[in-house]
DNA sequence: TTATTCGGAAATTAAAAACA
DNA sequence: GTTTTTAATTTCCGAATAAT
């Protein structure tokens, strides 16, 4: 067995031959290249703290069993049903993989306690016919919206985190609350698949929008909130809630709610936009300072 | 047939953690 | 302080591919 050199040419190292570390060395010389030593050695050995892939991957099963506790705690001990089936065939109280009634309730009571102020887009007494509607006929549309505001009232500071078991305290559990909106923003998106929401988008649909956009958002995930939010401005659009004319129709109390969604996704929309902007110059002005 | 490339196993090295 | 563990880096084997 051959022992391998202190250090290897750079021609060697590159080509991944073995090397006889003399200069020139014999691979340098038979292919007529000049033989150099000049790439500076990077230094070995861990950086940091050590353990960083074993710490990481123990971090990441935590995460993945703590999801799956926190999934049962919220949707009643279920794993993954199909959307169609599940929804079309059994009542939504008590159907494991489904979000259960004493989370969407107890969510409900937290944004029209401390959230609607500032999001004053539902009403809590119709809210509440179409949860109990949702129960008896299974409306997919509803389901799609309390489980989306579920995700935005869950990030929330003092979220309505459900208690779960004895011993497992999940309003304790230092990030239980970004799994949970996670959980629900997967929830709402695998039983949107289930209906067409795109044709003739319902007040209910654009409103699952602006909570999946609020919750990406708190979630700093900025893309995909922007994302939602380009979707909900496009629907709303082709639904015409930008002319006047939509809401004569409708009472004043309803006309009233839907405007300001409508301005919600209006200044939303111009706040991203200006960030960005902002964003934009920002890095110019960086760029100039090099420069200069 | 010979030369070259390059994936990846094995060896080397160094820093952090564990131990006495 | 020494030893062990872990992780980053380097060397170069050997299979695959290209050139002659």
Not at 132 to 137: A, D, L, S, W
Not at 154 to 159: K, N, R, T
């Amino acid at each position: 067995m051959t022992t391998a050199v202190k250090r290897a040419c750079d021609a060697c190292h590159r080509r991944k031959v073995k090397c006889d570390g003399l200069n020139p060395c014999r691979n340098c010389g038979s292919a007529q290249l000049a033989c150099t030593y000049n790439a500076i050695p990077q230094k070995k050995g861990p950086k940091g703290s050590r353990a960083k892939v074993i710490s990481e991957l123990r971090e990441n099963q935590r995460q993945t069993s703590l999801a799956a506790k926190i999934h049962n705690t919220m949707m009643g001990g279920g794993v993954d049903p199909q959307p169609m089936q599940t929804m079309q065939t059994i009542s939504i109280r008590g159907t494991p993989g489904l979000l259960s009634m004493d989370v969407i309730k107890s969510c409900m009571d937290f944004y029209f306690d401390y959230m609607y102020p500032t999001t004053p887009i539902l009403s809590r007494e119709q809210l509440q016919q179409e949860a109990r509607f949702m129960e008896q006929k299974q409306c997919m549309e509803t389901y799609c919206l309390l489980s989306s505001l579920a995700a935005y009232t869950m990030i929330q500071p003092g979220g309505p985190l459900p208690a779960g078991d004895p011993g497992f305290n999940v309003p304790a559990i230092c990030g239980a609350n970004i799994i949970a909106t996670q959980i629900l923003i997967d929830e709402t998106l695998r039983v949107r698949k289930g209906f067409d929401y795109i044709g003739k988008p319902s007040f209910s649909s654009l409103c699952t929008l602006y909570f999946l956009f609020a919750a990406h958002a708190c979630l700093e995930r900025n893309d995909r909130a922007w994302y939602f939010l380009r979707e909900a401005t496009t629907l709303i659009v082709t639904s015409g809630l930008h002319k006047e004319e939509a809401y004569t129709k409708l009472d004043s109390v309803e006309g009233s709610r839907r405007r300001r969604l409508f301005w919600m996704f209006f200044v939303s929309e111009r706040c991203v936009e200006l960030i960005a902007l902002m964003k934009s110059i920002f890095s110019d002005s960086c760029r100039c300072k090099l420069v200069y």
